[in-house]
């Protein structure tokens, strides 16, 4: 009886080990939230494939293909960068910067900055 009890507790200890392991990489998931000036509602769904961060910014038929992906780990700074158009549909480079607060949390936030062509504001995204 013994034996068995320790067998289902290295079981689920297991099963739990293997759960925490799956959510990969700190950016990977799709990110919500209100960013630029008018403070505009913005999805950010973004993917590790091994060797980069890659994603899509407001998925849909406007969706725009992040360029590049900078996550600093020494102070969790992250830095995205991407080609789309500005509020009157020029053309128009998108950088957001910030850092990743409470990350251990699944529903951790990205906090900082959303540059889009001329328009500064800032920007609060967090993982759904």
Same mark, same amino acid.
């Given at each position: ?8 507790? /290295?079981?689920?200890? /297991? ?21 630029? +000036? ?20 407001? +998925?849909? +038929? ?67």
């Amino acid at each position: 009886m013994r034996r068995r009890t320790i067998a289902v507790a /290295c079981s689920v200890l /297991c099963a739990a080990g293997m759960a925490w392991a799956q959510e990969g990489h700190p950016l990977s998931g799709t990110w919500a939230g209100d960013c630029g +000036p008018q403070r505009s509602h913005v999805t950010v769904v973004m993917a590790w494939d091994g060797k980069n961060v890659t994603g899509t910014i407001n +998925p849909g +038929p406007d969706a725009v293909a992040i360029g590049s992906v900078a996550l600093d780990v020494t102070n969790w700074a992250v830095r995205i960068e991407a080609d789309g158009k500005d509020a009157s549909g020029k053309p128009a480079h998108i950088l957001a910067e910030g850092r990743i607060e409470d990350l251990g949390s699944y529903h951790r936030r990205i906090v900082g900055t959303w540059t889009q062509g001329s328009a500064k504001g800032e920007c609060r995204l967090t993982r759904e």
